[in-house]
């Protein structure tokens, strides 16, 4: 089955009440479907920032993208997703992973734990989260029954297998973590591989998982080559051509992207895409060109 496709924005930064409510407006106005607010120190804390985005918007969801499950602890969870839920009218998604920027969990005063432990951590919050939304006497009791959707974020094996067994959405990566903080960008084919062993984890599952994909950049350019020259200085191990294959960057022009996001709709799976605060305004042609396909 072939999913329509899904718009999210992913909001980083907040200067004043207004203004919030002012950009969110703007990107339901574009047409995104969902909001979503990330879990980094130094940027809007998630909860208060989409029970905001939620009353300044009538149509979009709203969601994280995504909690440090180490920043965390589940039965506290469970009360704040709960009570979003509620306040948002049955709106929210709730999407986590493991974390993996070594100087957040130091300067919050949380051990950073190997990558084996920060995935145990995810885990066990997963588990449990499921566990409390679920439970018939939790209070408050979310709206959406039996859980709001839930999106695991990542892409090594184990967390993986965790979203094949627990997630309405997995979130892929656009790389790995091969030292504390230090990402590799995946190439077109190592996402091939990426996904191919979640869709052999999943394979008993009896419901399709929805698959999400975060953009990292936009550019609407009739000079797709000299758009990625930058980025080549991220991805020295990637030739030029490597780099423009990449899923993860919508860059050309409209009609240009918006044939390349069906195209890895076809190849992947991908129909629910999150773009960068940044790029917002940029990427609503593309947004205009797929609403609905």
């Not at 899904?6 to 009440?17: G, I």
């Not at 409209?254 to 709709?265: D, K, L, M, N, P």
Request: aromatic content about 8%.
């Amino acid at each position: 089955m072939v999913r329509p496709f899904r718009f999210s924005v992913n909001m980083v930064t907040l200067n004043d009440a207004g203004e919030w409510a002012a950009r969110c407006r703007r990107a339901e106005e574009i047409g995104y479907d969902v909001i979503q607010v990330a879990d980094h120190l130094g940027m809007p804390s998630p909860f208060p920032a989409m029970v905001a985005a939620a009353a300044a918007t009538e149509r979009p969801r709203i969601g994280t993208f995504v909690l440090n499950a180490a920043f965390w602890n589940p039965a506290l969870l469970a009360r704040e997703v709960a009570t979003v839920d509620n306040l948002t009218g049955g709106r929210l998604e709730v999407g986590i992973g493991a974390g993996y920027v070594k100087e957040e969990h130091e300067t919050a005063g949380i051990e950073y734990r190997s990558p084996g432990g920060r995935v145990d951590h995810l885990a066990r919050t997963v588990e449990e989260l499921d566990r409390f939304l679920r439970d018939a006497s939790h209070v408050p009791k979310p709206v959406q029954r039996p859980r709001p959707p839930l999106l695991i974020a990542g892409g090594g094996d184990r967390v993986l297998k965790l979203a094949a067994e627990h997630a309405d959405v997995v979130a892929f990566a656009g790389g790995l973590q091969v030292t504390p903080g230090e990402l590799r960008v995946l190439s077109a084919e190592g996402m091939d591989e990426r996904v191919a062993l979640y869709r052999k984890f999943a394979a008993g599952r009896t419901t399709e998982t929805e698959l999400n994909l975060l953009i990292q950049l936009v550019v609407i350019t009739d000079d797709r080559r000299a758009a990625v020259r930058d980025y080549l200085a991220h991805a020295p191990y990637l030739t030029e051509e490597e780099v423009l294959e990449l899923p993860v960057l919508a860059v050309g022009t409209v009609e240009q992207i918006a044939e390349q996001f069906r195209a890895t709709r076809e190849r992947y799976g991908f129909s629910y895409f999150s773009i960068l605060e940044p790029y917002m305004e940029a990427f609503a042609p593309v947004v205009e060109a797929l609403r609905g396909t």
